[in-house]
């Protein structure tokens, strides 16, 4: 029996079993000759897209019964130590208990987790919604103020970081404070980034839309200066100005798993392995690697895929794909994602919608907050449970571009 591990069970991991189930089954080769095994904490998919809002506890989706549906083992634990040389992993088990687990091609797909520099204090005072548990503990936070006095510090959120992730939780921040506080309050919300622009990765297109989401929020920003040191207080910008809060939120950037690094191959700056158009690490050949995990081309350009939803279900998808074409002699089909799009969250009634590497805005304002909520409540979960929707997802994910 041939085994394919798949490391995570994020929307790269979900993609990546469901395509090589599906290759499977064309191939009429049953799971007896080739196993399919997802390893991860849970089998759920934790919609990370959504951790923003409100009840973040509410964003996730089941994935037993849909790994079920197309005879994907699941195996409850996390994965420890990738050992390339034996084709084998180390899985701890809930329980603790620690068991390795052979492979003949293993798909890496085990995500990022939020980037925390240095910063005095960051880890004590600072939150995120980098993770679940970590916006739940944020959600807790947020609903106990409301037993605090007013004061500057109560009503005040800082967020650290003016790209995507920052701009959507700021916000949403004012509605949510007012919810919690009572529309009286004195509710600001300040975006802290070091960049003299808002929104840098997106370019000037959709940057005039943004801003006059922001101001009709009543959300401020500090441009050009970066965060120093937090306390219990609030936190210190590197110009030195001090701001009172007890809310405030790092949202800056992001860093492959800590397990690429236990590959013996090259990485880029945020640990991502560099994979070839097929997705696998060229050192190690019998691992491939997807969503956060891997830097990979889109196209013949020079664009890079991102740490993104929208990236990871193609790469996901496109890997587990090859992964079983690797072991069933079928040709492997080179990953390719030449369409680029972004739904930026505006608010609660707003929202900008932009198409390309430049984000040229296609859709703004009404039209673009319904695209926003379709995606967020439709297109990033999982399918339903049976097999024929399943595989169908599994094409779509593979070959359809936005």
């Known amino acids: 029996m041939k085994r394919i591990l798949i490391v995570g ?3 790269a991991g979900m993609y990546a079993a469901l395509c090589a189930a599906r290759l499977r089954d064309e191939q009429g080769v049953t799971p007896d000759t080739l196993e399919i095994v997802v390893v991860a904490p849970e089998p759920r998919l934790v919609i990370r897209p959504r ?3 409100r009840a973040p506890e509410t964003m996730v989706a089941p994935l037993a019964e849909v790994f079920d549906a197309v005879d994907v083992r699941y195996v409850q634990g996390r994965v420890d130590v990738i050992d390339s040389a034996s084709k084998s992993a180390v899985i701890v088990g809930p329980d603790g208990v620690r068991r390795s687990l052979p492979y003949d091609r293993l798909v890496l797909a085990a995500g990022s987790q939020g980037f925390k520099p240095d910063i005095p204090g960051l880890d004590k005072y600072g939150f995120t919604v980098d993770q679940l548990d970590d916006a739940i503990v944020l959600d807790h936070h947020l609903s106990a103020l409301a037993k605090r006095p007013a004061s500057a510090a109560r009503d005040t959120a800082v967020v650290c970081g ?11 921040m004012p509605s949510r404070l007012r919810a919690i506080l009572g529309p009286k309050a004195n509710v600001r919300v300040i975006i802290v980034d070091r960049n003299e622009a808002i929104a840098p990765a997106m370019g000037p297109h959709p940057r005039p839309l943004i801003e006059k989401a922001l101001r009709e929020a009543g959300v401020e920003t500090r441009l050009g200066v ?3 040191a937090l306390n219990e207080s609030g936190v210190t910008l590197s110009d030195g100005q001090s701001i009172e809060s007890a809310t405030v939120i790092w949202a800056g950037g992001f860093r492959a798993s800590p397990l690429t690094a236990q590959v013996p ?7 991502r392995l560099v994979v070839d158009r097929n997705l696998r690490v060229a050192a190690v050949p019998t691992i491939f690697a997807a969503g956060d995990t891997a830097q990979a081309a889109t196209d013949d350009l020079g664009h890079l895929a ?4 929208q990236h990871a279900n193609r790469l996901g998808a496109s890997a587990g794909f090859n992964a079983a074409a690797d072991l069933l002699g079928v040709p492997l089909e080179p990953y390719q994602q030449k369409n680029y799009v972004t739904c930026l969250d505006l608010g609660p009634s707003d929202a900008v919608f932009t198409r390309g590497w430049d984000s040229k805005v296609e859709l703004s304002g009404d039209k673009a907050k319904a695209m926003k909520r379709e995606i967020n409540t439709q297109w990033i979960y999982p399918p339903p449970p049976n097999r024929a929707d ?6 779509w994910a593979r070959l359809v571009d936005y």
């Open 162 to 172: 003016g790209g995507f992730t920052g701009i959507e939780v700021a916000t949403e």
């Open 306 to 309: 991102l740490m993104s939803c």
């Open 9 to 11: 069970a994020g929307f």
């Open 226 to 228: 970066g965060v120093s």
């Open 51 to 53: 951790l923003y809002e």
């Open 390 to 395: 399943a595989f169908k997802a599994a094409e």
């Open 265 to 271: 191959a090259e990485r880029d700056r945020s640990g």
